[in-house]
């Protein structure tokens, strides 16, 4: 059995769902696209 800590070590890096640029983990962030992809689909109000 592969232990805990290699298993979490192996998982792909983090990558915007739109542009595929890796980004920085953030605990407790369920984010699937980068600020720049965000910042290009925020309308004003």
Same mark, same amino acid.
Request: a negative charge.
């Given at each position: 059995?592969?232990?805990? +800590?290699?298993?979490? /070590?192996?998982?792909?890096?983090?990558?915007?769902?739109?542009?595929?640029?890796?980004?920085?983990?953030?605990?407790? +962030?369920?984010?699937? +696209?980068?600020?720049?992809?965000?910042?290009? /689909? /925020?309308?004003?109000?």
């Amino acid at each position: 059995m592969q232990p805990v +800590s290699e298993f979490y /070590n192996n998982l792909p890096r983090k990558s915007c769902a739109h542009c595929g640029a890796v980004m920085s983990e953030q605990a407790e +962030s369920y984010k699937t +696209s980068c600020d720049e992809c965000e910042a290009k /689909n /925020n309308y004003p109000a």
